[in-house]
Structures are given as structure tokens and as C-alpha cells.
């Protein structure tokens, strides 16, 4: 009964520790088939100081379909399946509006986390953002060096920001209640760092293309999560 009972809690202790020290990364790619469509350019003729930043034609950035034929731009995060709530990082997310386009186009916040939104030109901008469940606002910021702090309250796939003084200005933020979310980048790929095991549902945003949704279950070596988007 003694070899027993220590067997157990030796087993028990081993049990605790593995579950807590779990933890794994989904890694995935979005792969773009098809046809993509022609590249258009932003004509910033509007304001011409905008203009006058950029020596050369910028592109939009709707679709950006990577040279590796995989998609730029993609809002990929755990949808479902933490079961847990998650501080709010006191670190901000960075929007800049620098050469009259907004950096980063799409990126994630957590809602209740701070976004410092900065103007890096030499003239005025208005960001509008519109989310429907949290607060709107629309704030000018006429001088270089501005910059301000907002928060959304609750969770949104995804808010729109446009500028109410250059009408191509727009980017957009997914707000999600955990910190598992990734963008993918000009190879089309994205990790989520640090997932505790089990299964979730992981979903995939693009501005044009729309949504899509993987179940995925994470284990101590990882994960891969790879998306299919085709050209319409
Ligand atoms: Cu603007």
C-alpha cells in the first residue's frame, strides 16, 4: 500500500508539472491560389504634400499577394477554445500615420489595451475609427509629433480606421480578449507564440478574401494551422 501510495503521488506531482509547463506555438501560412488581381495604385493627387513623400507609385494595400504566392496582411487568431481570461497587456500597440497611409495596415490589440496612435507628417490627419461594439472616435491630430491613447472595450473582427482628410487612408485592428494573434507577413506566414495544449479554433481574416476557420490541436511540439485563399 506504501509503494502505492508514494507511486501516485509521484505520478501526480509528474502529471501537475507536465500540464503546467506544456506549451507550444501554432505556425501556419496562408498560400494564395489563382488569380491575383492587378495591383492598383493609391493616388494621393488629393494632397499634394502627401505626394510629395513618395518619390515612387504606392501600391494598395487590399490585397498584397506575396511574390512566394501567399497573401500579406491576414488577421489570424484563437477564436475559441482558451476557456480562461487573460490580462491586458500594459505595454500600447503603435498606429502611425507616416506618408499618409497608416502603419501598421491591419495589426492586433487586445480589448482594454492601450493604442498610441501617432502622426509622423507634417500635416492633419483625422482618424475615425468605427468599431460597433465599443465607443467610435474621431480625433484630428493637425501636427507632426502628435499623439493620443484609445481603447475598445470589447472585442471586435475587425474595427475599420479611415482619415476624414485622405479618403485611400484606412488599416484595420482585430480586438480579441487573449494574446494569441498573429498578421501574417510578405512570406505569408505567422506564429502564435506560447499556446497552452488542446484544441482550438483558430480563425483567419482577410480584408478582401473574408474568413476561414481551422481546428487545431496544440501539443508540446506545436502546431500547424495553413490556410487556402483563391483569387475571385
Ligand atoms: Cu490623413
Request: contains cysteine; glycine residues 8%.
Amino acid at each position: 500500500m506504501k509503494i502505492f501510495n508514494s507511486a501516485l503521488m509521484s505520478f501526480a506531482v509528474l502529471s501537475i508539472s507536465t500540464v503546467t509547463m506544456y506549451a507550444g506555438d501554432i505556425a501556419g501560412k496562408i498560400s494564395f491560389d489563382g488569380k491575383a488581381p492587378a495591383v492598383s495604385q493609391i493616388k494621393m493627387n488629393a494632397d499634394k504634400q502627401c505626394l510629395s513623400m513618395h518619390p515612387n507609385p504606392v501600391n494598395s494595400e487590399e490585397v498584397v499577394v506575396n511574390g512566394n504566392g501567399t497573401l500579406k496582411n491576414v488577421f489570424v487568431y484563437v477564436k475559441d477554445g482558451l476557456n480562461k481570461k487573460f490580462d491586458v497587456p500594459t505595454t500600447p500597440v503603435v498606429l502611425d500615420q507616416h506618408g499618409c497611409q497608416y502603419t501598421p495596415h491591419v495589426f492586433g490589440v487586445q480589448a482594454g489595451q492601450s493604442i498610441e496612435i501617432r502622426n509622423s507628417d507634417p500635416l492633419l490627419h483625422n482618424i475615425h475609427a468605427l468599431p460597433k461594439n465599443s465607443p467610435q472616435f474621431n480625433n484630428a491630430q493637425p501636427l507632426k509629433g502628435m499623439k493620443m491613447t484609445k481603447k475598445f472595450d470589447k472585442p471586435e473582427i475587425m474595427v475599420k480606421f479611415k482619415c476624414e482628410v485622405h479618403n485611400w487612408m484606412n488599416c484595420y485592428a482585430g480586438v480579441v480578449d487573449n494574446p494569441f494573434y498573429a498578421v501574417s507577413d510578405d512570406k505569408g506566414t505567422f506564429t502564435i507564440k506560447g499556446l497552452p495544449a488542446g484544441t482550438y479554433t483558430v480563425e483567419a481574416w482577410h480584408e478582401k478574401y473574408g474568413t476561414q476557420q481551422l481546428k487545431v490541436t496544440v501539443s508540446d511540439k506545436g502546431a500547424a494551422a495553413d490556410f487556402k485563399y483563391a483569387g475571385k
